[in-house]
T-cell receptor
Framework: EAGVVQSPRYKIIEKKQPVAFWCNPI?????LYWYLQNLGQGPELLIR????????DSQLPKDRFSAERLKGVDSTLKIQPAELGDSAVYLC?????????????FGPGTRLTVL | GNSVTQMEGPVTLSEEAFLTINCTYT??????LFWYVQYPGEGLQLLLK?????DKGSNKGFEATYRKETTSFHLEKGSVQVSDSAVYFC?????????????FGTGTQLKVEL
């Protein structure tokens, strides 16, 4: 069974440019998460979806970040415009249900470098 | 709010040495506790979990016990291998009713040498 797929794996852009990351969760998983992982830190939740609905986006900087999960499957995370401080790894995860002890399965991440 | 504190790394051990990575937490209620492992170039993988006090999670020779009285979930392994070299993250889920939001520690890098 395929795991969580993310693309691209690496992205280098100049500041003020837009960038988008794509995530395909494990088939059948209704809950999808985007996390931000700064160098030397643990992941921090940006947004959580249950099916198509964003049920927790309290940590998403909405002035420049946006996300969507059309049809409750794939998801896209966008930054526009990117800033130097956005350089980090963006992780996508999915789980079968949003229950508190359900395992989250993580993708390999997209490493973003903003110059 | 919820928080997780891990011992700082890197931790460097010789093969077959005993491993302990300390983890303490602050949380509302009784969260589930997790250890995730991240190998170079890969995503995080769940290593083990415990969902209530005194539970012991175990996998691949690693163990951790949910200690409510000390709010700890220390990771241990009796004999590490070179292949265990990775970054280990302690995490908790919660708050109750808030969905499966994970709060992670900063990670501890483990290096195992021959």
């Amino acid at each position: 069974e395929a795991g969580v797929v993310q693309s691209p794996r690496y992205k280098i852009i100049e500041k003020k440019q837009p960038v988008a990351f794509w995530c395909n969760p494990i088939s059948g998983h209704n809950t999808l998460y985007w996390y931000l992982q700064n160098l030397g830190q643990g992941p921090e939740l940006l947004i959580r979806y249950e099916n198509e609905e964003a049920v927790d986006d309290s940590q998403l900087p909405k002035d420049r970040f946006s996300a969507e999960r059309l049809k409750g499957v794939d998801s896209t995370l966008k930054i526009q415009p990117a800033e130097l401080g956005d350089s980090a790894v963006y992780l996508c995860a999915s789980s079968l249900l949003g229950k508190e002890d359900n395992e989250q399965f993580f993708g390999p991440g997209t490493r973003l470098t903003v110059l | 709010g919820n928080s997780v504190t891990q011992m700082e790394g890197p931790v460097t051990l010789s093969e077959e040495a005993f491993l302990t990575i300390n983890c303490t937490y602050t949380a509302t209620g009784y969260p589930s506790l997790f250890w995730y492992v991240q190998y170079p170039g890969e995503g995080l993988q769940l290593l083990l979990k415990a969902t209530k006090a005194d539970d012991k999670g175990s996998n691949k020779g690693f163990e951790a016990t949910y200690r409510k009285e000390t709010t700890s979930f220390h990771l241990e392994k009796g004999s590490v291998q070179v292949s265990d070299s990775a970054v280990y993250f302690c995490a908790l889920s919660g708050p109750p009713g808030g969905g499966n939001k994970l709060t992670f520690g900063t990670g501890t890098q483990l290096k195992v040498e021959l």
